[in-house]
Nanobody, 115 residues
Framework: QVQVVESGGGLVQPGGSLRLSCAAS????????MHWVRQAPGKGLEWVST????????SYADFVKGRFTISRDNAKNTLYLQMNSLKTDDTAVYYC????????RGQGTQVTVSS
């Protein structure tokens, strides 16, 4: 069955960096657009970034543009999110998903940005 498992979260100071990973299985990863979404405490899911299947074209929410980079390794069925210049507002549970609404997401990985 479709499964995604996120990892790489943790506690980081403002200005720091983290790299999230998402291991995918049970579907044709190389043919699937992939997305990162997040949910901050007390808020709904919000879209963060998307990467397509063909030429690796990426898109980002304005609030992460220039700081986050999405990438994929189709040989490893793995999606990544490199997060730099982290802000306290980036504190959230981060999910990889099969669409921008968060469908098919895993259990998520907690990212906490705090001094």
């Amino acid at each position: 069955q479709v499964q995604v498992v996120e990892s790489g979260g943790g506690l980081v100071q403002p200005g720091g960096s983290l790299r999230l990973s998402c291991a995918a299985s049970g579907f044709r990863f190389s043919s699937s657009w992939m997305h990162w979404v997040r949910q901050a405490p007390g808020k709904g899911l919000e879209w963060v970034s998307t990467i397509n299947t063909r030429d690796g074209t990426t898109s980002y929410a304005d609030f992460v543009k220039g700081r986050f980079t999405i990438s994929r390794d189709n040989a490893k069925n793995t999606l990544y999110l490199q997060m730099n210049s982290l802000k306290t507002d980036d504190t959230a549970v981060y999910y990889c998903a099969l669409n921008s609404m968060g469908s098919g997401r895993g259990q998520g990985t907690q990212v906490t940005v705090s001094s």
